[in-house]
């Protein structure tokens, strides 16, 4: 007679799942931020000469746009990192 074997039993946890935000997520938030402060520096540029209100106008806004993706980027590339060190340990499904 053979043993039976429970498949719906959860693995045991062998392991912390790691906190730390990968290099690449701390990169890209990095740059997030570097956008944002571009952004914020777009009032000295116009009343240095360097910007007109059109050209700041578009600045702004692709700034912004590229502060939401890469931090968006960012978020996404921890959650990825967390699950697959999750389903790694064997600590479920690392949601």
Do not use: F, N, Y
């Amino acid at each position: 007679m053979t043993p039976h074997h429970d498949r719906s039993a959860k693995p045991a946890c062998h392991g912390r799942v790691p906190d730390a935000p990968p290099r690449s997520s701390k990169i890209t938030a990095s740059l997030a931020a570097l956008a944002c402060a571009a952004c914020c520096a777009l009032p000295i540029l116009i009343a240095a000469g360097v910007l007109t209100g059109a050209g700041a106008a578009i600045a702004e806004q692709g700034l912004l746009a590229a502060a939401a993706l890469l931090l968006t980027t960012a978020g996404a590339l921890w959650w990825l990192r967390r699950r697959r060190a999750a389903q790694a340990s064997g600590c479920g499904c690392g949601c």
